[in-house]
């Protein structure tokens, strides 16, 4: 951790909206490494409120929104499914209380840009949780391009295809409602971690989906799209629920050089990213800080009134955007225009 990275940073009093698996194994823990207090924890069963509370040391176990928005907090963290994000956010941030929201934003566009505005307006930071421009490894990527390394960027891949845990096998597969399917789920990771690295925006995507082993119906668990960027760049994605083998990488191919970025489309802090030119191979040398957490300081700093959160409400748009017009395209077999 940099003195940057902590100088100025509000220590955040959160209040927890959703029991969930990320909030419990990978946010509790990155909250309170970087000063957090967490006030409390909201959950929709009585049951599964006062356990979460109890097994994460955490104050208040509670069913009821106001009663935790009412609590001595800065901000709320919410991740709950995605069609909640929406409601809470506005509560939140009627309540006078900062937001990092999950992705996707919401199911629809419209209630995702209404919370974004309604934050804006309130002077209120409002961030969401795409971790992946957090990591080392595409961090090196975006230096790389930004100093001209790759000459111009043309091409980009990347493969995310992973196997859901079957402790996650719920809602995802199931409920179209709740923003189920690979698309919203990971496609949106995807787009925001392209964002970053090239600095530029999608301007339309082709979808192909495929309904293979996990779900059914109309929901997908697997996708490939190609996404066109404002430059010309053309990417590929490729996002599945149901490959146990396939390992994940994300390579930007460019006029005078190509970054191969590998097992770099994770939560951890790992990964190798190798820059090859005309002068050969160099493996770039990449910070290992965990995601969420370097996520988190900025979030303090933008709190305190320095900089932006690393990912924005408007980040947020622009891959809830770009993921809806996929699942679209994926409908229709037709190209879709992506803007917000
Ligand atoms: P979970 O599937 O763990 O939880 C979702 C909801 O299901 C919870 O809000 C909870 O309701 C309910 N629930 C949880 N456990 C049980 C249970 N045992 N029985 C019945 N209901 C239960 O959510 P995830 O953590 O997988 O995802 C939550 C959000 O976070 C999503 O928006 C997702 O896209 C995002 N996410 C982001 C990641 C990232 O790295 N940025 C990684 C993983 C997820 P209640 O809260 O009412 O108790």
């Not at 934003?105 to 969401?128: I, K, N, S, W």
């Not at 925001?192 to 979808?207: F, M, T």
């Not at 994940?248 to 994770?266: A, K």
């Not at 933008?302 to 996929?326: F, H, K, M, N, R």
């Amino acid at each position: 951790m940099t003195k940057t990275e902590t100088a100025n940073m509000r220590n955040i009093r959160w209040g927890l909206i959703g029991a969930t698996f990320i909030a419990r194994d990978w946010m509790i823990p990155a909250f309170r490494n970087t000063g957090g207090t967490i006030a409390s924890i909201l959950s929709s069963s009585p049951e599964r409120a006062a356990d979460f509370a109890k097994a994460s040391d955490i104050p208040l176990g509670t069913t009821n929104l106001d009663t935790l928005l009412g609590g001595d907090i800065d901000a709320v963290y919410i991740s709950t499914t995605n069609e909640l994000h929406v409601p809470q956010a506005l509560a939140a941030i009627k309540a006078g209380k900062h937001v990092l929201c999950e992705k996707p934003l919401a199911v629809d566009f419209a209630g995702a840009r209404e919370m974004v505005e309604a934050a804006a307006t309130a002077g209120l930071v409002f961030a969401t949780n795409h971790h992946l421009r957090n990591s080392g490894a595409h961090r090196a990527m975006r230096e790389a391009i930004t100093s001209g390394r790759i000459g111009r960027p043309l091409f980009a891949k990347v493969a995310h295809a992973r196997y859901l845990p079957e402790f996650l096998q719920g809602w995802r597969l199931t409920n179209p409602e709740k923003g189920a399917g690979v698309i919203l789920d990971i496609t949106t990771h995807d787009v925001d971690s392209l964002r970053h690295i090239l600095g530029e925006n999608p301007k339309s995507v082709l979808c192909m989906t495929q309904t293979g082993t996990l779900a059914s119906g109309a929901i997908e668990d697997g996708a490939m799209s190609l996404i066109e960027f404002d430059s010309g760049l053309v990417a590929q994605t490729h996002d599945a629920f149901t490959t146990k083998f396939a390992s994940t990488s994300l390579e930007i191919h460019g006029t005078e050089g190509s970054l191969i970025g590998t097992d770099c489309m994770t939560q951890d802090p790992i990964g190798e990213v190798v820059l090859r030119t005309a002068e050969g191979e160099e493996t770039l040398s990449i910070d290992r800080t965990n995601l969420y957490e370097r996520s988190l300081r900025a979030f303090g700093r933008a709190v305190a009134g320095i900089g932006e959160p690393s990912a924005s409400g408007v980040d947020g748009l622009w891959s809830l955007a770009t993921g809806l017009a996929a699942v679209e395209s994926g409908r229709s077999g037709q190209r879709v225009a992506v803007y917000i």
